[in-house]
């Protein structure tokens, strides 16, 4: 479970996460930690999400630049964007080829690739939905400042985003 909010964009450093916990008691829990972390947010609910294990954790996202228009980052999820920055930018759009350049310039791309005898990720799928992303940063640009799926987890078998998050402009 997930606090919805668009005033919390950090859902888990405002303890608006719980997992594998039962659901009235953790509806609770989020609810009191989201509005000890920021009273006056507006708060829809909780989002309930699926858990997910396997895989490899990612995070996939664009961001509209003055400059460059939409900039388009791949990195593995987790600890290694927060602590190692191993991520790859484009600039959007781009096809699923760039995509596939992108996942092999990162320094841990021997996990997606099934690093010490876990299954490798289905890079066609991954590269798929990087190139997606891209041509929908592309096309909205103009009506949106950033687009994150944050995690996107690669299965052997497609990719699944967990988590999403699109901030508009404001007009």
């Known amino acids: 479970m997930k606090v919805a909010s668009p005033d919390i964009l950090h859902k888990t450093e405002a303890g608006g996460v719980k997992l594998g916990v039962a659901a009235l008691a953790a509806f609770e829990e989020i609810m009191a930690s989201a509005r000890a ?3 006056s947010a507006q708060s829809d609910g909780v989002l ?8 490899v954790e990612c995070i996939l996202g664009a961001k ?4 460059f228009d939409p900039v388009m980052l791949f990195g593995l999820g987790g600890v290694f ?17 760039t995509a596939r350049e992108m996942i092999c310039e990162l320094k841990g791309a021997a996990l997606l690739e099934g690093a010490r005898g876990q299954p490798p990720a ?17 096309a909205h640009g103009d009506s949106i400042e950033s ?17 999403e998050l699109i901030v508009k402009k404001e007009v």
């Open 48 to 55: 309930v999400s699926p858990m997910v294990a396997g895989g």
């Open 64 to 67: 509209t630049d003055p400059v």
């Open 37 to 39: 972390y920021a009273p």
């Open 122 to 138: 289905d890079l066609d799928a991954l590269a798929a939905a990087i190139s997606r992303l891209s041509l929908f940063a592309a």
């Open 147 to 163: 687009v994150e799926m944050n995690p996107l987890r690669a299965l052997p078998e497609g990719c699944l985003a967990l988590d």
């Open 81 to 97: 964007t927060e602590v190692l920055k191993d991520v790859a930018f484009r600039r959007a759009p781009f096809g699923v080829n």
